[in-house]
């Protein structure tokens, strides 16, 4: 079992022990471990039981519910709990806004025992009849499951990519040709993925096992001739609304497309329309094709432009490896800089850094930039921006670091007034380096703060801030539909990982990838900058 598939069965574990009301000590126990492993990427494949003891957060009882994992495929004591639960129930665990003891109390008190149950409970307002629910609770919990279900059968594109990537190359071997190609919103490379579409030059008939396909997500097998390959794929990578703005550019050419006149390649179909070449991810229906018009999109960003990577956790709060581990391997990997940012101490649940342990971490940075050299860490926090807009810690202990990620954590709900005004106040502290992750959203599970995005930005482009595209597949936050507007302002994008354990560095990709669909370039990318660059840059924002 994959590491995420071990930390999914023990968080659903502590839920029904949550559930079934039992031993609340062992359930924080269990639940502490699948959040620490649900963080992290680490390989627990081959780990004997005594090297899985020695996991910081794992301990004895959860080592050996890992090795009965690791060894049978399931766990016992969630088989037996499973058995004695409602699966409608269990798929009510899966609702923002109620955990384990609501959801036990709608099962016993209400008889619910489904989603759509309880979907209907809340439109007959019987939930407001319940200890601890209210008209508040019971819309939330409404909208909560209207989100839900509106996300079904959708896919983050990291958990996609590898099984579409590999269905290309089973498809090159299996009909011996090289004109295979991923299209649609997966070429767009677009952030989330609801059908995987492949175009393939085959005249007969293409078979695609099902049974192989683990991960439920549509699949959809699209043929041409060879000939017609690049005329196809350009008619289905783009969006509907990309395709007709090109036909209203120039209508003659998008015909000749369809009577014969086959193309060799991408480029020469842009080339026939008279237009800059529009790169697979720009094809959204947006204003890419008014720009390529006046050949103004810019070289867009690239993975090897980025320098170094800022926003990284490690034990020092809640990341899996240590300093110096998460160090080397940000040198190994070619980088030549590396900013720490352990959570601040208001972050108890991360076990955010009080101010002696800030020293104590500041002491052991210099001691690793001596060896490292010429590779440096930069000392920064990600600092909880607090109800009120004040970031955590005063001023005395914020003056110590290089630079500081300014991000909200908790008190989620709030309306955009609200949400907006919260982080005006932290942009205009003038510690706050880069606001992260803007809106807290998390893709698929949690919408978001609502904020009004103008005035964030207008405010970053005020005070210097840099926004994050936190570049973690569950957040690419900032959206990368508002990257024109951080540009056109001149406020530069941070495309930062958020890693807690090393290989979280390769989440890089994914903000990427985004990045590019915001037309992002190297110039406007803040971890582009060299080491000396963003050195002097954090000197000279230190002494304003």
Not at 304 to 319: C, E, P, Q, V, W
Not at 466 to 495: F, M, Q, T
Request: with cysteine.
């Amino acid at each position: 079992m994959t590491t995420e598939e071990i930390a999914h069965a023990l968080k659903l574990t502590a839920q029904l022990m949550e559930l079934h009301e039992e031993n609340p000590f062992k359930i924080k126990s269990i639940a502490n471990a699948a959040y620490k492993l649900d963080k992290t990427d680490i390989d627990l494949q081959g780990k004997s039981l005594e090297e899985l003891e020695k996991i910081e957060g794992i301990g004895k009882g959860i080592a050996a519910k890992i090795n009965e994992l690791q060894s049978t495929g399931h766990l016992n004591e969630l088989t037996e709990m499973v058995t004695k639960t409602p699966l409608g129930v269990i798929d009510m665990l899966r609702i923002k806004g109620i955990g384990p003891k609501k959801v036990g109390q709608l099962w016993r008190e209400l008889e619910i025992e489904s989603i759509g149950e309880l979907l209907y409970a809340c439109n007959e307002n019987r939930l407001i009849t319940l200890k601890g629910f209210g008209a508040k609770t019971q819309a939330a919990v409404k909208t909560q499951i209207e989100f839900f279900k509106s996300n079904i059968g959708k896919f983050h594109y990291a958990s996609v990519e590898k099984f579409a990537m590999d269905l290309v190359d089973v498809l090159k071997k299996k009909y011996k040709t090289e004109f295979v190609s991923l299209t649609g919103a997966m070429r767009r490379k677009f952030d989330i993925i609801e059908e995987v579409e492949i175009l393939i030059a085959h005249s007969g008939e293409i078979i695609f096992d099902e049974s192989e396909n683990k991960l439920e997500v549509k699949v959809k097998i699209i043929s041409s001739t060879e000939e017609t390959f690049y005329n196809k794929l350009f008619e289905t990578t783009a969006t509907v609304e990309h395709l007709m703005q090109l036909n209203n550019h120039k209508s003659d050419v998008t015909l000749s497309l369809v009577e014969g006149h086959h193309r060799k390649s991408e480029e020469e179909i842009y080339k026939s329309f008279n237009l800059q070449y529009i790169e697979p991810e720009l094809r959204e229906g947006l204003n890419e094709v008014e720009l390529a018009k006046q050949n103004k999109i810019p070289k867009l960003i690239e993975l090897a432009d980025l320098k170094g990577i800022l926003h990284n956790h490690s034990t020092y709060s809640d990341g899996m490896n240590t300093l110096k581990e998460m160090a080397e391997y940000c040198k190994e990997l070619g980088y030549e800089y590396l900013g720490i940012c352990d959570h601040s101490q208001s972050a108890f649940y991360a076990e955010g850094l009080k101010p002696d342990r800030v020293l104590t971490q500041h002491a052991e940075i210099e001691t690793l930039n001596k060896k490292l050299a010429p590779f440096k860490i930069f000392k920064g926090i990600e600092s909880d921006i607090l109800y009120d807009g004040n970031l955590d810690y005063p001023d005395e202990v914020l003056k110590l670091f290089d630079f500081i990620v300014a991000s909200v954590h908790s008190n989620l709900k709030m309306n955009e007034e609200k949400a907006t005004s919260r982080l005006l106040k932290a942009i205009e502290n003038p510690y706050t380096t880069i606001l992260g992750h803007p809106t807290g959203r998390l893709l698929l599970s949690r919408p978001g703060y609502p904020i009004n995005h103008k005035k964030i930005i207008d405010a970053c482009a005020a005070n210097g801030v840099v926004i994050e595209l936190n570049a973690h597949p569950y957040r690419l936050d900032i959206d990368w539909r508002w990257i024109p507007y951080c540009l056109e302002k001149g406020v530069k994008i941070s495309i930062n990982p958020d890693a807690h354990e090393k290989s979280g560095y390769h989440d890089m990709y994914y903000g990427t990838n985004v990045a590019r669909k915001g037309m992002l370039t190297k110039e406007m990318c803040f971890n582009s900058l060299s080491l000396s660059e963003i050195e002097s840059y954090f000197n000279k924002r230190s002494a304003r």
